[in-house]
Nanobody, 127 residues
Framework: QVQLVESGGGLVQAGGSLRVSCAASGRSAGSYNMGWFRQAPGKEREFVGAINWSGGSTQYVDSVKGRFTISRDNAKNTVYLQMNSLKPEDTAVYYC????????????????????WGQGTQVTVSS
C-alpha cells in the first residue's frame, strides 16, 4: 500500500508560478512511477505528466510542455510539479498517482492504469 498526500495548491495570477508536492508513504514508495493528473469542473480527469521511478524519464501533455516540470526526491519520497507561466485554463484539482513498476515499467497516461491516488489539491489561476 502507498499513501499519497498532495500539498501546495492555491490561488495565483495568470503568468505566475506554483509548485505542488506529493508525499508518498508506505512500502517501497520509491519503486513507483508517478503521474500527475488534473480535473476541472465538468471535465474528465486529464493526464498532465509522469515521471519514472528513478526520475530519469518524464512525459508531459502537449498543453503544459515547456511550462510544467515534474521531479522527484526519492530520499524524501516526494514528487513535485513545478508550474510556470500559469494560465486560467490550468485551473483544476491536481492529483498525483502511483503505479508499481512491476505492473507497468513504462510511463502511463490513463487514470485506470494507476493503483494509488492522492486526495487532490486545488489550483486556481485568475486572469
Amino acid at each position: 500500500q502507498v499513501q499519497l498526500v498532495e500539498s501546495g495548491g492555491g490561488l495565483v495570477q495568470a503568468g505566475g508560478s506554483l509548485r505542488v508536492s506529493c508525499a508518498a508513504s508506505g512500502r517501497s514508495a520509491g519503486s513507483y512511477n508517478m503521474g500527475w493528473f488534473r480535473q476541472a469542473p465538468g471535465k474528465e480527469r486529464e493526464f498532465v505528466g509522469a515521471i519514472n521511478w528513478s526520475g530519469g524519464s518524464t512525459q508531459y501533455v502537449d498543453s503544459v510542455k515547456g511550462r510544467f516540470t515534474i521531479s522527484r526526491d526519492n530520499a524524501k519520497n516526494t514528487v513535485y510539479l513545478q508550474m510556470n507561466s500559469l494560465k486560467p485554463e490550468d485551473t483544476a484539482v491536481y492529483y498525483c498517482a502511483a503505479v508499481n513498476t512491476g505492473r507497468y515499467l513504462s510511463l502511463r497516461r490513463v487514470p485506470s492504469e494507476y493503483d494509488y491516488w492522492g486526495q487532490g489539491t486545488q489550483v486556481t489561476v485568475s486572469s
